[in-house]
T-cell receptor, first 111, second 114 residues
Framework: RKEVEQDPGPFNVPEGATVAFNCTYS??????FFWYRQDCRKEPKLLMS???SGNEDGRFTAQLNRASQYISLLIRDSKLSDSATYLC????????????FGAGTRLAVHP | ETGVTQTPRHLVMGMTNKKSLKCEQH?????MYWYKQSAKKPLELMFV???????ENNSVPSRFSPECPNSSHLFLHLHTLQPEDSALYLC?????????????FGPGTRLLVL
């Protein structure tokens, strides 16, 4: 089983749509969780951290379910500029700075 | 825009060549990383340096040799590579404390091994 699993997509949605991405992780002792965004032929950039209580940043909402080892990202009112690959990232417990990346979910927003 | 720079941006090399990738961060961070990103695969962590000391080697073949002379610079020395080593090599940096922290990536070096 992969350490971090994501639906690869692509998700093709019209502008204004709401889209949700899911991610599961295998290590129940994982400590920290993130969503990164990677544009085509660019480097990954942090989109948002994911907290147990859930958190929201504008049109983006992240949720964590530790019992199910499941993370989600909801994007409301999709924009053309949201087209990218969204990477689910998990930090295992203990040790320094180690991040485990999912393979990413590709989103394409069309007019 | 990015505080992490990488050179060269593109590299083509033969299997008998020796080359080096360079990474520099201007963020005052103390941890630096090398990742490999192949097509359709997740980013793979290769090496981690904290305060110039290597703290992680993720079972990387010896044909990849990292060097961290100070907290701002990181190199990846390449020799006798294989075609399957062709990939995007990303450098990242972070503050260097334990726990949750953001990693900032450079633009990457796109490597092709012939």
């Amino acid at each position: 089983r992969k350490e971090v699993e994501q639906d690869p997509g692509p998700f093709n949605v019209p502008e204004g749509a709401t889209v949700a991405f899911n991610c599961t992780y295998s290590n129940s002792a994982s400590q920290s969780f993130f969503w990164y965004r990677q544009d085509c032929r660019k480097e990954p950039k942090l989109l948002m951290s994911v907290y147990s209580s859930g958190n929201e940043d504008g049109r983006f909402t992240a949720q964590l379910n530790r019992a199910s080892q499941y993370i989600s990202l909801l994007i409301r009112d999709s924009k053309l500029s949201d087209s990218a690959t969204y990477l689910c990232v998990v930090a295992p417990s203990g040790g320094y700075n180690k991040l485990i990346f999912g393979a990413g979910t590709r989103l394409a927003v069309h007019p | 825009e990015t505080g992490v720079t990488q050179t060269p941006r593109h590299l083509v090399m033969g299997m008998t060549n020796k080359k080096s990738l360079k990474c520099e961060q201007h963020l005052g961070h103390n941890a630096m990383y090398w990742y490999k990103q192949s097509a359709k695969k997740p980013l793979e962590l290769m090496f981690v340096y904290n305060f110039k000391e290597q703290t992680e080697n993720n079972s990387v073949p010896s044909r990849f040799s990292p060097e961290c002379p100070n907290s701002s610079h990181l190199f990846l020395h390449l020799h006798t590579l294989q075609p399957e080593d062709s990939a995007l090599y990303l450098c990242a940096s972070s503050q260097g404390r334990r726990g949750q922290e953001t990693q900032y990536f450079g633009p990457g070096t796109r490597l092709l091994v012939l």
